[in-house]
């Protein structure tokens, strides 16, 4: 008998397939098979672990970025920019960003100049830096000519950046200057840094510069001279350098033109037929009201001696050693007839002073006059 199934039996679907149907039982004692876990696509979990780690980046350049922010906010900074410049030698920027106000007197105030002083800021660190409202002290130390100079800048609160960052504006720190006083003609010209300047009526100068050491030298042409020196301005905030006080010499040139001077002045006053020449040391007197005078003159008999020493409140001082003799003759006619008469000899002092020089020469100018000091006038 061979078995069969009915007709459409194989259409009927298996149990597994029907909604609302049931697997059997297990019987007690049989194990149980593991329930199988539905795997996670790739791409969900893909965008599970790229959407946390746009989270994280996020949060952590957020971190970065206030970080980054807040350091190129700090109030250092401003100070920084500036000795950057400064030890770069790049003075018009650095005084751009200190906002350092100067103009064309201002001669040290330059490139040129600050690369000839020696001593200058090489370097620098920041101590401290203190924040107390809209106000902000920034304590550094400068490297300079070998050893640290302390430096304090202040800077103030303009605002913010994006409402958040604080915005500092440095305070124009104070400059020294270099202080000079010659003793020598006004107006003497002097070299600070290679840059050439002319003292005032008293001789002095005052220029504002830099931390550096300046070299200074007296510009007295062929005629004086001194010796060389320098200027030290350390840090800011001082009131200047140590004063350079220089004293001028007169050379061999200057000595002999001196020399010439007083010749010249000798010569004028010999030359003049008045009995008393004006602005000399000798003159004549005694003359008679009732007789005419003429032809008169003056003679020159033995020219005076003289040595010129240091500079005094008016010039270089030119002292007598021995002096001149000068007689006086004229004619005269009067009451008693015709006749000549004579004055001497008399003493020709040529005390005085130099008070500068020319292209031409000395100027010199004579401390004694009319003969108020000499004997035998």
């Keep these: 008998m061979t078995d069969q199934q009915p007709d ?9 397939t029907l909604r609302g149907t049931q ?47 807040s350091a190129s906010h700090a109030a250092d900074r401003p100070v920084r920019a500036f000795l950057d410049d400064l030890t770069a030698g790049r003075v018009d920027d650095a005084l751009d960003a200190a906002g350092i106000d100067h103009d064309d007197q201002d001669v040290l105030l330059t490139d040129a100049a600050y690369a000839k002083a020696s001593g200058r800021v090489t370097g620098y660190r920041i101590a401290a830096t203190r924040t107390d409202g809209d106000t902000a002290t920034v304590r550094a130390y400068l490297r300079q000519g070998g050893r640290d100079v302390a430096a304090t800048f202040t800077l103030d609160r303009e605002g913010t950046d994006w409402g958040v960052f604080p915005v500092w504006a440095l305070e124009a720190p104070e400059l020294g200057e270099v202080e000079l006083s010659v003793r020598g003609p006004a107006g003497t010209p002097v070299e600070v840094a290679g840059q050439r300047i002319a003292t005032s009526e008293d001789g002095t100068a005052r220029l504002s510069a830099l931390p550096g050491t300046y070299a200074v030298a007296v510009d007295g042409g062929k005629w004086f001279t001194a010796e060389g020196a320098s200027a030290q301005v350390s840090g800011f905030g001082v009131t200047g350098s140590a004063p350079v006080a220089m004293t001028t010499t007169l050379t061999s040139a200057g000595e002999q033109a001196a020399q010439q001077a007083v010749d010249r002045w000798v010569d004028g006053c010999i030359a003049s037929t008045d009995a008393a020449p004006a602005g000399c040391s000798f003159y ?54 015709v006749g000549t008469a004579s004055a001497g000899p008399m003493n020709v002092n040529a005390s005085g002073y130099v008070s500068g020089f020319t292209d031409e020469g000395a100027t010199f100018e004579s401390a004694i006059g009319n003969g108020a000091s000499d004997t035998g006038s």
Excluded at 8 to 16: E, K, L, T
Excluded at 312 to 327: D, I, K, N, P
């Design 284 to 337: 004549a007197y005694g003359e008679d009201p009732e007789y005419a005078y003429s032809n008169q003159k003056w003679t020159l008999e033995q020219r005076p001696r003289v040595t010129v020493g240091g500079w005094l409140s008016r010039g270089w001082a030119v002292s007598t050693t021995t002096f001149g003799r000068a007689t006086f003759t004229a004619d005269i006619s009067g009451p008693g007839g």
């Design 8 to 16: 459409g039996w194989a259409a009927v679907p298996h149990v597994d």
């Design 23 to 69: 697997e059997a039982p297990v019987p007690a004692g049989v194990p149980t098979p593991a329930r199988r876990r539905r795997p996670v696509r790739r791409g969900a979990l893909v965008g599970i672990v790229a959407g946390g780690v746009a989270v994280v980046v996020l949060a952590v350049t957020g971190v970065v970025g206030y970080v980054s922010q």
